[in-house]
């Protein structure tokens, strides 16, 4: 159990005391995998799977379309991410691994939200206005109910811990807020009010042109981001030309503070060799970028390098893929439609 699940797990007088600890997450199968899903979410992922605890991973392709998909690269993102899931250290035996439109409850359960959340909680959601932009109007439906589809995600499985990065905070909570809601509407204790694991050194690994803006699959510049496909020339010359500051790495990781670039750097060295920043610190404090950034490469690519690999050979058989999330989505429809079944039977509603 890994110490996250543990300072977390239910106790006796906790809120969710009664339900069996569950854990799910998922990943918008859009472009490639890049280095903050891997760190923040991917790594945590397998770490989570191996603490004893039933682990759920979902490839959410409903939530993928709320922006438009080219049909080919979406059909292609969702068998690479699964290939990465896989690469990564997800093993289908233990973990059930598929892709959301395989489980129709989800959709089922997000429409029994979209009648329980208000309109002012989604109002709220920063995601919806960062990803619509100055052109609300023309922004679908879906994107804007988006944060519902993903409570459903979470409460379909009874989950009682969703471990992502920090930029999913927000969305956890309106889950929570819909569980509560549901919860009190029908004076019943059905849903546990689930809770984000955001821990580790890279919960937010940022840009490596600006240290201001998240490391993004979608932003337009590929220089920004690593992408876990990226050979080890790419990632050598990623980290080169990362933006960064004139000063040497500080002795401490205060010294940090107020140097964004420098500080995300040291973060994703600390995440990528498991240690910490402070350690980090000793290793390399007072040392110039120029020594730090060819060490920081090879450990990415020592790291990324098998995992690229191993998407190839993955990638090489889609029938198999496909067969994993087929069982998967079997082995989670089996927790999923009682689950559905009962909140219909809760609102009332025959089936
Ligand atoms: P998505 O696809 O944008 O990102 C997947 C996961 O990667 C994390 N992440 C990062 N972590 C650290 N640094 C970064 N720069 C970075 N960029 C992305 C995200 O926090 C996330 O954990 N709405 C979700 C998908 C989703 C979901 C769910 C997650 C749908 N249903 C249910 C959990 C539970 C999303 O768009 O993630």
Excluded at 84 to 103: E, H, T, W
Aim: charged share 25%; aromatic share 8%.
């Amino acid at each position: 159990m890994t110490d996250a699940v543990q300072t977390q797990s239910p106790q006796a007088d906790a809120p969710n005391a009664g339900f069996t600890p569950r854990v799910f997450s998922g990943i918008q199968p859009t472009n490639h995998l890049q280095l903050g899903n891997y760190l923040g979410a991917v790594k945590r992922f397998v770490e989570m799977q191996d603490s004893g605890i039933e682990t759920l991973y979902c490839i959410v392709d409903l939530h993928a379309i709320t922006v438009w998909q080219d049909p080919a690269d979406l059909s292609r993102a969702t068998r690479e991410l699964a290939a990465g899931y896989i690469a990564s250290g997800l093993d289908p035996a233990k973990s059930m691994l598929f892709n959301q439109a395989r489980v129709p409850e989800h959709t089922q359960l997000a429409w029994l939200f979209n009648c329980v959340a208000r309109m002012g909680w989604l109002n709220r959601m920063t995601q919806f206005k960062d990803k619509a932009g100055k052109n609300r109007e023309n922004a679908s439906v879906g994107l804007f109910a988006y944060p519902n589809l993903m409570a459903a995600d979470i409460l379909l499985y009874h989950t009682t811990h969703v471990p992502v990065g920090e930029d999913q905070k927000q969305h956890i909570e309106l889950a929570r807020d819909i569980a509560i809601k549901f919860n009190n509407d029908f004076g019943v204790d059905f849903f546990p009010v689930p809770e984000p694991v955001i821990e580790g050194a890279a919960t937010r690994v940022m840009s490596l042109r600006d240290g201001s803006k998240k490391m993004s699959k979608s932003d337009p510049s590929d220089m920004s981001r690593i992408n876990l496909t990226d050979d080890a020339d790419t990632i050598a010359k990623k980290f080169r030309k990362a933006k960064t500051d004139p000063e040497p790495l500080p002795d401490t990781a205060d010294g940090l503070t107020d140097r964004p670039e420098a500080r995300n750097l040291v973060n994703i060295y600390a995440a990528l060799s498991d240690s910490t920043v402070d350690a980090v610190m000793g290793e390399y404090g007072g040392k110039a970028f120029s020594e730090f950034k060819p060490k920081l490469a090879d450990l990415a690519v020592a790291t990324l390098g098998p995992i690229s690999a191993e998407m190839d050979r993955l990638m090489q058989d889609p029938a198999e893929i496909d067969r994993i999330l087929e069982d998967g989505a079997s082995r989670a429809r089996a927790i999923a439609a009682p689950i559905l079944k009962r909140s219909y039977d809760i609102m009332g509603i025959l089936i």
